[in-house]
């Protein structure tokens, strides 16, 4: 059982390339969520997904776009990366009536 | 809407030292409160919880009450470690929300 697993583990992009982090979670869970963390920010949610299908906007969803294809992963995609986008991206997941996140390792991502 | 504040660190003690990290909250009806723990290169654990009032949650030393009287959850451990040095945040989930409000997190150092 590993839990919630992200790929990849770092990642350096240029300006105005794209990328797609992948979340998988093996523990059958409804709720995925993506989130950045930056210095002084706390942890922001970018999107999350209710259900294999589904997406909704969180609190800073410009500039990324998510898919839930199957219900345990989770894809969060920049088409074009800003430096602005430089972070470190966490995905979670929570199972139906729980409250508890389960979050994975963390993408550290530079965008140059 | 909901809202967590936790005090501003970096917070720094010498080994064996008392901790409090305070954590107070808004929220509209009766959440579910929770401490995570983020150890350094590592995604985000759950430390404890508690779901209702007067509720006392504990793990590894660390003890949090549920005080809706003060809107609050202090984190407290009595004798701190070394390899409790990490980051902490208090959060809170609603009953029928998809979405846990995150405060912005606490470092804490401990020196040996």
């Known amino acids: 059982n590993a839990g919630v697993t992200q790929t990849p583990k770092f990642r350096v992009l240029k300006t105005g390339q794209s990328m797609t982090l992948l979340c998988a979670q093996d523990m059958n869970h409804e709720y995925m969520y993506w989130y950045r963390q930056d210095p002084g920010m706390g942890l922001r949610l970018i999107h999350y997904?209710?259900?294999?299908?589904?997406?909704a906007k969180g609190e800073v969803p410009d500039g990324y776009n998510v898919s839930r294809l199957k219900k345990q992963n989770f894809l969060l995609g920049l088409e074009s990366a800003a430096p602005s986008q430089t972070s470190v991206y966490f995905c979670a997941s929570r199972a139906l009536y729980q409250e508890t996140q389960y979050f994975g390792p963390g993408t550290r991502l530079l965008v140059l | 809407g909901d809202s967590v504040t936790q005090m501003e660190g970096p917070v720094t003690l010498s080994e064996e030292a008392f901790l409090t990290i305070n954590c107070t909250y808004t929220?509209?009806?009766?959440?579910?409160l929770f401490w995570y723990v983020q150890y350094p290169g590592e995604g985000l654990q759950l430390l404890l919880k508690a779901t209702k009032a007067d509720d006392k949650g504990s793990n590894k030393g660390f003890e949090a009450t549920y005080r809706k009287e003060t809107t609050s959850f202090h984190l407290e451990k009595g004798s701190v470690q070394v390899s409790d040095s990490a980051v902490y945040f208090c959060?809170?989930?609603?009953?029928?929300?998809?979405?846990?409000?995150f405060g912005r997190g606490t470092s804490l150092i401990v020196h040996p």
């Open positions: 929220a509209t009806g009766y959440p579910s």
């Open positions: 997904s209710v259900g294999e299908g589904t997406t």
């Open positions: 959060a809170l989930s609603e009953g029928g929300s998809y979405i846990p409000t």
